[in-house]
C-alpha cells in the first residue's frame, strides 16, 4: 500500500514532472495521459510494462486498467508480437518501395475485416479518420460530414477538434463543414439530411462505446453469450437506422474502430452487429501497442487514391514515409494471428464479465449501489462515480482511481488484455475493498478529507 510520503521519499517525482512539462507541452504526448487526468499521487512517468502490468521509477509495479490508451489487446511485450516485430527490424525497418510484409498485411487486413477490399495505412487513428473524410468527400463531390456528439474523439484535426470547446488555433472554416447529431436518435441524424440534402459526405461514428445501438436491449450485455446479430431486436437498432438512411441519401457510412475493433470481435464491432460500413477505420489494438493505423473499404471508394487508373482525376490520399514501417506491420500481422488462434475477444468479453460482477458485488457490499456505478457491455465497461447528490462527480473519481493506485492497481478507465486472468481480478477485487471503504467514508466526510491533491479534468475544456 503507498502512501504519499512514501513517493516523495525519494523527491524525485516532482523534479519528473517538472522536466516532462518543461520538455513538452501538456507534459505528455496524448492529452489523456496528462498529470490532469490522474490523481496526485500517480507516477509521473512509467519505466516499462510487461503483460498486464507496468512499474513506476522506484520499481513500484502497478496492475493496469488503461492499457496504453487501449492500444494493447494482447499484454505488454508479448515476446510473440515482438519477435515479429524485430523480424521487420532486421529486414531493413522501411525500404525505398512497398516491402513484402507491407502487402501481407494489407492481404491480412482485407481477408480478415468483410467490408475492407483495400486498405492503406497510417501512423495515428487521427491520420486516418481524417483520410477517411477526404475519400469520402473525394468519392460524393460533398462537403459535410456528421458525428455524434456522445463520441470523445476522432481526430486532432482541425475538422473535429473545431466542433469541441478548444477552439485556439482551430481554422473554423475546416469545422463549419462538421455537423453534430445525437447516437441513438435517428431523428436529430434525419434533421441533418432535411437541412443538407444532397451535401452530406459521410456519417462517421464509432459503431458502438459503453453506449450500444440497441436501445434498451440487454443481450449485448455478456457475449459471446448472445450475440447482436442473432438477437431478434437487432435489424431494427440504431446502426441499421443509420445504415439505411445513408444508403437512401448517397451518403457513405464510416466506422471508426479505432477502438472497437479486433476487439470487441476479430472482424470488428461491424460484424459483431451485422452492419456493414462503407469505409472504416483501426488502428490501437490492430499491432499491441505498435504504431499503426488503418482506413479501409470498398475498392471501387477506395481507389480514389489509386494511380491505375488512367485519366482519372488524382486525390492525394494519406501518403507518409512511415506509414509503411515493417515492425508494425510485421507486430500487426502476427497480433492478428494470435487474436485470431487464441480468441483473445471471447477472453476479454469473458473477463468483462467476471469484472462487472466483481467491481459490482463490491460496490454492494460497501452500500454504494447509487453511488459506483457499471455501464456499457462486458467489452466497454465504465464507471461512474457520484456524489452524494446523485450526480457524477470528478472529485469522487479521482479519489476512487487514488485509492485503487494506492493498493497497485492503475484504473483510470477499464481496458483489459489477454494477460488479465484470475490472479489480476483477485487482485483487482482486493484492491477495491479497501479503494471503496474510503470512497464510502469520503461520501460522508466530504472527498476533499481524503484527496491527496487536485480532482481530474476534462480534456475538452477551455482554460487550464
Ligand atoms: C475512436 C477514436 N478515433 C480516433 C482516435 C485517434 O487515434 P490516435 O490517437 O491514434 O490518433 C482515437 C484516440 O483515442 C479514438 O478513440
Known amino acids: 500500500m503507498l502512501d504519499k510520503r512514501d513517493h516523495n521519499r525519494k523527491g524525485d517525482w516532482q523534479e519528473l514532472r517538472e522536466r516532462l512539462h518543461r520538455a513538452i507541452p501538456g507534459g505528455a504526448h496524448t492529452y489523456s495521459r496528462g498529470d490532469d487526468q490522474f490523481p496526485a499521487l500517480a507516477p509521473p512517468l512509467l519505466e516499462r510494462g510487461k503483460g498486464a502490468y507496468v512499474w513506476d521509477s522506484h520499481d513500484r509495479k502497478y496492475l493496469d486498467y488503461g492499457m496504453a490508451l487501449r492500444a494493447v489487446t494482447i499484454g505488454y511485450a508479448d515476446d510473440r508480437v515482438n519477435a515479429a516485430a524485430i523480424r521487420q527490424i532486421e529486414?531493413?525497418?522501411?525500404?525505398?518501395?512497398?516491402?513484402?510484409?507491407?502487402?501481407?498485411?494489407?492481404?491480412?487486413?482485407?481477408?480478415?475485416?468483410?467490408?475492407?477490399?483495400?486498405?492503406?495505412?497510417?501512423?495515428?487513428?487521427?491520420?486516418?479518420?481524417?483520410?477517411?473524410?477526404?475519400?469520402?468527400?473525394?468519392?460524393?463531390?460533398?462537403?459535410?460530414v456528421c458525428i455524434p456528439r456522445q463520441h470523445p474523439f476522432f481526430s486532432f484535426d482541425d475538422w473535429f477538434i473545431g466542433t469541441t470547446t478548444i477552439k485556439r488555433g482551430v481554422d473554423e472554416r475546416q469545422s463549419s463543414s462538421t455537423l453534430v447529431f445525437?447516437?441513438?436518435?435517428?431523428?436529430?441524424?434525419?434533421?441533418?439530411?432535411?437541412?443538407?440534402?444532397g451535401e452530406i459526405a459521410a456519417v462517421m461514428m464509432e459503431p458502438a462505446t459503453h453506449i450500444v445501438p440497441c436501445g434498451g436491449c440487454e443481450h449485448v450485455a455478456d457475449w459471446p453469450g448472445t450475440p447482436c446479430g442473432n438477437c431478434p431486436n437487432h435489424q431494427g437498432n440504431f446502426l441499421?437506422?443509420?445504415?439505411?438512411?445513408?444508403?437512401?441519401?448517397?451518403?457513405?457510412?464510416?466506422?471508426?474502430?479505432?477502438?472497437?475493433?479486433?476487439?470487441?470481435?476479430?472482424?470488428?464491432?461491424?460484424?459483431?452487429?451485422?452492419?456493414?460500413?462503407?469505409?472504416?477505420t483501426f488502428g490501437k489494438a490492430m499491432a499491441n501497442g505498435f504504431s499503426l493505423a488503418a482506413v479501409c473499404g470498398r475498392r471501387e471508394i477506395m481507389e480514389v487514391g489509386a494511380i491505375d487508373k488512367p485519366g482519372m482525376e488524382r486525390t492525394f490520399l494519406l501518403s507518409t514515409t512511415h506509414g509503411s514501417e515493417m515492425p508494425a506491420l510485421g507486430a500487426f500481422v502476427e497480433a492478428t494471428r494470435i487474436t485470431a488462434e487464441e480468441d483473445v475477444p471471447g477472453h476479454l468479453w469473458t473477463y468483462g464479465k467476471k469484472l462487472r460482477e466483481t467491481m459490482e458485488g463490491m460496490a454492494g457490499e460497501h452500500g454504494l449501489s447509487d453511488h459506483f456505478i457499471m455501464e456499457g457491455p462486458a467489452i466497454a465497461l465504465n464507471y461512474v462515480t457520484r456524489g452524494t447528490d446523485g450526480q457524477p462527480c470528478m472529485a469522487m473519481r479521482t479519489l476512487f482511481a487514488q485509492e485503487m493506485l494506492k493498493r497497485g492497481v492503475m484504473m483510470p478507465w477499464i481496458?483489459?488484455?489477454?494477460?488479465?486472468?484470475?490472479?489480476e481480478l483477485d487482485a483487482t477485487a482486493e484492491a477495491l475493498d479497501g479503494a471503496l471503504a474510503v470512497y464510502a467514508r469520503a461520501l460522508v466526510d466530504g472527498p476533499a478529507e481524503y484527496l491527496d491533491g487536485d480532482a481530474i479534468k476534462p480534456v475538452f475544456r477551455t482554460h487550464n
Not at 445525437?182 to 440534402?197: K, P, V
Not at 466506422?255 to 476487439?263: A, K, L, N, V
Open 91 to 144: 529486414n531493413g525497418v522501411n525500404l525505398t518501395r512497398a516491402s513484402r510484409i507491407e502487402l501481407e498485411a494489407a492481404e491480412l487486413i482485407c481477408d480478415t475485416v468483410r467490408t475492407a477490399e483495400m486498405v492503406k495505412f497510417g501512423k495515428n487513428g487521427s491520420n486516418v479518420t481524417t483520410a477517411a473524410v477526404k475519400i469520402a468527400r473525394a468519392h460524393t463531390g460533398r462537403r459535410f
Open 182 to 197: 445525437d447516437y441513438n436518435d435517428i431523428g436529430s441524424l434525419e434533421a441533418l439530411f432535411a437541412e443538407h440534402r
Open 240 to 280: 441499421h437506422q443509420v445504415r439505411k438512411l445513408t444508403e437512401r441519401a448517397g451518403t457513405l457510412l464510416i466506422f471508426d474502430e479505432m477502438i472497437t475493433g479486433f476487439r470487441w470481435h476479430l472482424q470488428g464491432a461491424q460484424h459483431f452487429f451485422g452492419v456493414e460500413p462503407d469505409l472504416s
Open 415 to 423: 481496458t483489459f488484455s489477454q494477460a488479465h486472468g484470475d490472479t
